[in-house]
């Protein structure tokens, strides 16, 4: 299983801010800004900052891609 940022991305595309905007808005490190730009895994607190910063959801950020067993 795979974590995918893709619904944040449009998020914010939505609200007219761009990566560098949204970290300034909720307050998240430039390396929690690296990670999900890279579908890794960030800390719960990063998660609430951004979902405060939005007024969202954590369904409105994030998804989990279930991905087959390679064989």
């Not at 974590?3 to 300034?24: A, F, G, P, V």
């Not at 990063?46 to 939005?54: Q, T």
Request: a positive charge; proline letters at 0%; hydrophobic letters at 35%.
């Amino acid at each position: 299983m795979s974590i995918s940022y893709e619904k944040l991305w449009t998020l914010i595309k939505h609200q007219k801010l761009n990566k560098t905007q949204l970290r300034d808005v909720s307050g998240i490190t430039s390396a929690t800004l690296a990670r999900l730009s890279k579908d890794k895994g960030i800390s719960l607190d990063a998660l609430e900052r951004i979902c405060r910063a939005l007024e969202c959801e954590v369904g409105d950020v994030l998804e989990f891609k279930i991905e087959e067993n390679k064989k």
